[in-house]
Nanobody, 116 residues
Framework: QVQLVESGGGLVQAGGSLRLSCAAS????????RAWYRQAPGKQRELIAA???????NYADSVKGRFTISRDNAKNTVYLQMNSLKPEDTAVYYC??????????WGQGTQVTVSS
């Protein structure tokens, strides 16, 4: 089992920045991918950024150039630096981990609200 705990959400004005953190604990060996998803009210959960165990990153077009995913392997922590935030970035942000290319784990979610 893997436990994921997010932190860093909050309220920010448009154009501002936030950094989310996701700390993993438990059986963290053989985690292949760490990722961030978000879900806005009335919308499906969407993948916005991912980073593999080798450091390869991918981003959704909607956040490319504004968000950066990174990882600190020593701390089993993944970060999402969010810059130039827009009101449409308002959502609950979820941390995700894929272990053994098969098992998916989720954090509890953290609210990000961007005011115009």
């Amino acid at each position: 089992q893997v436990q994921l705990v997010e932190s860093g959400g909050g309220l920010v004005q448009a154009g501002g920045s936030l950094r989310l953190s996701c700390a993993a604990s438990g059986s963290t060996f053989s985690i292949n991918v760490r990722a961030w998803y978000r879900q806005a009210p009335g919308k499906q959960r969407e993948l916005i950024a991912a980073i593999t165990s080798t450091g390869t990153t991918n981003y959704a077009d909607s956040v490319k150039g504004r968000f950066t995913i990174s990882r600190d392997n020593a701390k089993n922590t993944v970060y999402l630096q969010m810059n130039s935030l827009k009101p449409e970035d308002t959502a609950v942000y979820y941390c995700n981990a894929v272990k053994d290319n098969a098992h998916m784990y989720w954090g509890q979610g953290t609210q990000v609200t961007v005011s115009s």
